[in-house]
Nanobody, 125 residues
Framework: QVQLVESGGGLVQAGGSLGLSCAASGATFSITTMAWYRQSPGKQRELVATVNIRGEATYADSAKGRFTVSRDAAKTTLTLQMDNLNTEDTAVYFC???????????????????WGQGTQVTVFS
């Protein structure tokens, strides 16, 4: 189906910037939605930003005005540019994709949703 590999996490001082990247491979033609989620210790995983099948981006309130999400036309790369970071942005960030079922060599692959392994972002004051 689709495999995801995130990169770009790290340590940054509050007020600084960091960029994340998610490389998708496999049946990327079937991807409909690409998104970034994050999870802090003791908290539920939350949606940060989404790019839909038309390339339109939406953001969580906490990300609006500070984060920018984008993807390439082939849906092989999803990026998240994070500016003006604060300590509350500290979390593991996950790439997530959803896709529609498809046929390949007469074999049917069902609808899918796939998570990356996550990348740690730590913001210190």
């Amino acid at each position: 189906q689709v495999q995801l590999v995130e990169s770009g996490g790290g340590l940054v001082q509050a007020g600084g910037s960091l960029g994340l990247s998610c490389a998708a491979s496999g049946a990327t033609f079937s991807i409909t939605t690409m998104a970034w989620y994050r999870q802090s210790p003791g908290k539920q995983r939350e949606l940060v930003a989404t790019v839909n099948i038309r390339g339109e981006a939406t953001y969580a309130d906490s990300a609006k005005g500070r984060f920018t999400v984008s993807r390439d036309a082939a849906k092989t790369t999803l990026t998240l540019q994070m500016d003006n970071l604060n300590t509350e942005d500290t979390a593991v960030y996950f790439c997530h994709v959803e896709g529609l079922g498809y046929y390949n060599r007469s074999k049917f692959y069902p609808d899918f949703n796939v998570w990356g392994q996550g990348t740690q972002v730590t913001v210190f004051s």
